[in-house]
């Protein structure tokens, strides 16, 4: 496969806008189907070495139970998602100065019966967090199954946004949200883009 730079008609001007007014944004048919399959296969392939999200540390909490894999420079395929998430960052720091310089991302597995349940990946700025992301990677999705992202916006409006296949959510990192319980499995790529250096 021919090595993607950047999605063309990414629309960044209606990202920015959406960012500003309601603090999320929602992306249809960001990349090619060749592309997401092909991330979609790179994901599966290393499904054995997925572990628990629930446990930090040794300690479990009850808060969620998917199952996560961090993405390095050895995932080549996820590496251009990446890319795309970096001219992004830009595009964010030029319109809202927020100083981002790097992206941590995982790839995400939620199995039938698991879930996120409400929180913030940035709580009162505790950590570098600024703009989280989750990109949809499965090859299909219907009504029913479950997975949706529940999502409260900067006017504290509340949304359900469906994990369409090839479509991408990009939100503050301080909104409350969560995972509603997934019925069927579920592959994503969760990554957040950053002012500080993440640790994991």
Request: proline fraction near 3%; hydrophobic fraction near 35%; include cysteine.
């Amino acid at each position: 496969m021919e090595k993607m730079i950047i999605p063309k008609d990414l629309p960044v001007d209606q990202i920015l806008d959406n960012l500003d007014q309601h603090g999320f944004s929602i992306i249809d048919h960001i990349y090619t189907q060749e592309y997401r399959h092909s991330l979609t296969k790179e994901c599966i392939s290393h499904l054995n070495q997925f572990r628990n999200a629930a446990i930090q540390n040794g300690v479990v909490s009850n808060i969620r139970s998917d199952h996560i894999l961090w993405i390095n420079d050895h995932f080549t395929i996820a590496q251009q998602h990446i890319q795309t998430l970096n001219y992004l960052a830009e595009q964010f720091n030029r319109a809202f100065f927020l100083g981002i310089h790097d992206v941590e991302a995982h790839f995400a597995c939620y199995n039938a019966g698991e879930f996120y349940a409400l929180h913030r990946d940035n709580p009162q700025g505790k950590n570098g967090r600024t703009i989280s992301t989750v990109y949809y990677l499965h090859d299909e999705w219907q009504d029913g199954w479950g997975g949706e992202l529940h999502l409260q916006d900067k006017n504290k409006q509340w949304h359900i946004i469906s994990p369409k296949p090839n479509r991408i959510a990009l939100f503050q990192s301080d909104l409350m949200h969560e995972v509603l319980q997934a019925k069927h499995q579920r592959f994503s790529i969760t990554a957040w883009l950053r002012n500080d250096h993440p640790i994991f």
